[in-house]
């Protein structure tokens, strides 16, 4: 790829980076390794990067996606202990390549990004920022704005809760001050993280009323230990490891056939439906508790959790699973509509992310003086999730419509980073100031998306973080990674407009 890495008077855009999880820092790592471009900032609002890793530290947090493939493909770790890596080993892994390539240095902690504007004069975003130590404020100017603020951080925490007069936390702000041995403890929610912290607790506390709005789809789970053997096996022998990359990888790829709806995937679908249905059958006993475990919507509507410990440990005599609606939380005591009430000493919200609220009002003022939330409202209109008419020079690493359901995002950040600098090595061969996806590139790739999600079990009947209120799916591409690879793999000009630095008047390539 023959990138061009610097204006013609030698100089290279300001490029401001919001978030260091690991979509800021791949955009970090892409920059300076493609453009070998060194002027750029990064702001985190947390005093640590790692984004996700770093906030979730709930007892069992861990990938459901083998580790091998959720690292950077240019940063192979030969140390993964576990199949499936927890959190704790994912955030150090974070931390040795922020490291190796000196991102540290380029971060400004505990600094968040409060509003963003582009200026059509100046050719340029200004950046509104205050510090979360000093509360002092301040501006900065940049001509490229890279967003890497995550889809999975905003906790959703229902206001019903807001009278609880205990202990409570959303499992992404865990409260390890707490104790959890000999208390009755409150578990909302049977998403992901549910699935993951309630078989790491249950044998610490005494009653674990476990709060079920609908049932998961969970298949086995086996997460061996990576053996010494292994380990040297990935980091002398040649190829072993690629060879074990591309197998994960291939194999999640093959499983995107479980959720399409299309007549030629009826087996793959089958065929995971019965092993989760046997994984049940085998795992809970207890005929009740099964009834209540099965899930009343299509297998992939929402995310399919994958764990081998999670129905032993609802099987436990110290928990029960509740399915009945909360309908009041009064002091320490939760009723239901089924008019049964408990008592307990600490809630533990599992209640997930507020995946749909893509930017906040007044965050991003894009062109034309627009209000990127009020443009988007639940339905945000962008071109493979990277970019949007309303936003020159501006690019979305995990935007809309590019998480995954079926594979390992990390994927998806490396191509959706590669290609931001793709269009950053254009704008310097071509000499611009700005350029911006036409808004019929943005539509037809909006048009492509609803057809294409008609054919996949995403929009099938279920509540899922999946989709917004009008049930369109706003946070998944709808294809392979491979796929979503091949559309990227080179930037395309004329999906874009331009303004050639010293011109203000916006011009088609
Ligand atoms: C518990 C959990 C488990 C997961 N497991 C998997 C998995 O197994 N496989 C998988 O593919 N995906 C998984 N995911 C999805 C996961 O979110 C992504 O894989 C990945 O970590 C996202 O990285 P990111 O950098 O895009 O976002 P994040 O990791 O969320 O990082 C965003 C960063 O931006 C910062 N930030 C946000 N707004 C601002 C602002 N205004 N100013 C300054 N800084 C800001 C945040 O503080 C944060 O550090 C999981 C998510 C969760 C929550």
């Not at 955009?27 to 947390?46: D, S």
Request: aromatic share 14%; charged share 20%; net charge positive.
């Amino acid at each position: 790829m023959g990138l061009t890495k610097t204006y013609k008077d030698g100089t290279t855009p300001t490029v401001c980076i919001i978030g260091a999880g690991f979509s800021g820092m791949c955009a970090a790592i892409r920059l300076q390794t493609q453009l070998n471009l060194k002027t750029y900032t990064i702001f985190e609002l947390e005093p640590e990067l790692g984004g996700t890793w770093w906030s979730n530290t709930y007892p069992g947090c861990a990938c459901d996606v083998q580790s091998i493939i959720y690292q950077f493909s240019f940063e192979p770790n030969y140390e993964w202990t576990k199949t499936f890596a927890g959190q704790q080993e994912i955030w150090e892994y974070q931390r040795r390549v922020a490291k190796k390539y000196n991102i540290y240095e380029k971060i400004r902690f505990s600094t968040e990004i409060t509003r963003i504007e582009w200026y059509e004069s100046l050719q340029q975003w200004v950046l509104d920022w205050i510090s979360r130590l000093t509360g002092e404020t301040g501006q900065m100017q940049a001509d490229v704005v890279i967003s890497g603020t995550g889809p999975l951080r905003l906790p959703q925490i229902p206001k019903q809760f807001d009278n609880f007069e205990g202990p409570k936390w959303h499992t992404s702000q865990w409260n390890h001050d707490f104790d959890l041995a000999n208390k009755r403890i409150a578990v909302i929610g049977s998403g992901t993280s549910a699935i993951q912290v309630v078989p790491a607790i249950v044998d610490k506390v005494k009653k674990l009323e476990f709060y079920q709005r609908s049932a998961t789809w969970v298949i086995p789970r086996d997460n061996p230990k990576i053996t010494a053997f292994w380990k040297f096996l990935f980091k002398y022998v040649p190829f072993v490891h690629f060879i074990f990359f591309k197998l994960a990888y291939w194999n999640r790829e093959a499983t995107l056939r479980i959720f399409s709806t299309k007549w030629r995937d009826v087996f793959s679908r089958r065929f995971t439906m019965f092993v989760a249905w046997a994984h049940r059958y085998w795992q809970v006993r207890d005929n009740q508790l099964r009834k209540k475990l099965t899930p009343d919507y299509a297998l992939g509507c929402r995310r399919v959790a994958v764990s081998s410990d999670y129905y032993p440990a609802l099987s436990k005599k110290n928990v029960n699973v509740h399915t009945a609606a909360i309908v009041d939380v009064k002091g320490k005591t939760l009723t239901l509509n089924d008019g049964s009430k408990q008592e307990v000493d600490a809630l533990v919200l599992a209640t997930g992310f507020r995946v749909q609220d893509f930017v906040a009002e007044g965050f991003v003022i894009g062109k034309n003086k627009c209000d990127l939330s009020k443009a988007w409202g639940q339905a945000p209109k962008t071109y493979y999730g990277i970019a949007t008419a309303e936003a020159p020079n501006m690019f979305f690493i995990l935007g809309p419509n590019s998480v995954l359901g079926h594979n390992s995002v990390l994927f998806m950040i490396e191509t959706a980073c590669d290609y931001a600098v793709m269009a950053i090595s254009h704008m310097m061969e071509k000499n611009l100031s700005s350029i911006q996806v036409t808004p019929k590139a943005s539509k037809d790739f909006g048009d492509e998306v609803k057809e294409k999600m008609k054919g996949m079990v995403w929009s099938t009947k279920c509540t899922s973080w999946y989709k917004n209120e009008q049930d369109e799916i706003t946070a998944l591409w709808w294809s392979s990674c491979t796929h979503y690879w091949w559309r990227l793999r080179k930037f395309r000009p004329q999906h874009f407009s331009v303004v050639p630095r010293s011109k203000s008047a916006a011009v088609h390539m």
